[in-house]
């Protein structure tokens, strides 16, 4: 078993502010998208909602991407509960079932010590099995917004992606400016100090990540968009050498003009792959819009995909069975 993909499950109070996510087809709905991405991963179809989790205007939650990588090339997954409202309905690691708070009324992560601990703990027992590659997703519903207050209190200049075309810049702005003034600091001033960073602006999924990363000694592929720059910038601060690390996204993140992923990513010093799937002949609207810039990554698509080639496929064959895996999920829900 040469890699292990992890998928990291979290939640954060932010993503119920209304019009900052679209990780769920309400804001109240982002609540359950991690554990119902986790449970489509192993199902037909989540077990915890009886539907797939879509944006407001139906896109398809990214694990179709991953469950089709895995489907390709039979690679092994473990769920880890990070923080989150629900346990999901199958096999996980339990890490911490605290939930990210919101930022604006107090620290957002006041248990990030014993998470990142206990994540430690978890990967450090991986490192005794023959895994060379470890291939970290995550499920973070809110995720661009804590990951961007995070890389501000680091120093760090960067607009983080989101889920919709309209990328709500400003709105995450206002919020992490009402954050930083209720925590008395300014941007970059926490460049030496990134666990206060984590503990007042950060998320579990972070947390989680960082003490898996902390843990395991052998190479790790961050598999996901701005949130893993967030996560590369709290590992940097710690000391560690990115050389092990890279971060695997998709085209869609990478070509985000709102965003600065590829500047961000430089400045960090962490290299970076992009998957290159495409949709555009795809005879269902919900998959051609990611190619107009719906959903982008999540889930570990990209990292999905990263194994997927590896294990000899080709981007063309991944999109391929999103596609098969799409007109399932269509026939269920037509039938009866």
Known sequence: MESLFLLVLGNTEISTVPGI????ATPELTKLTPV???EYLFHEKPLTIDVIPVTPEGHPTPAIITKAARELANFPVMVVRGGTYL???IPHVHVSDAVGRDFRKGPALPEFGEIIKRAKLFSEELNKLPIKELVIGESTPGGTTTAQAVL????YDARTSSASTNNPQGLKERVIGEAFERAGIEKGQL???P??????FGDPMMATVVGISLGFRKSVVLAGGTQMLAVSALLKALGEDLNRFMIATTKWVVND?????LETAKEIGIITYSADLDF????????????NGYVKEGVGAGGATWLAVKAGFSPEEVSGKVEELYRRLMEMKASP
């Open 152 to 155: 501000w209190a680091l120093g």
């Open 257 to 261: 003009r709102s965003a600065t992923f």
């Open 191 to 193: 460049k030496d100090n």
């Open 87 to 89: 346990a999901p309905l």
């Open 195 to 200: 666990l206060e960073a984590l503990r007042q």
């Open 36 to 38: 119902a991405d986790a």
């Open 21 to 24: 996510s679209v990780a769920g």
């Open 280 to 291: 555009s002949k795809s005879e269902f609207k919900g998959l051609r819009d990611y190619e």
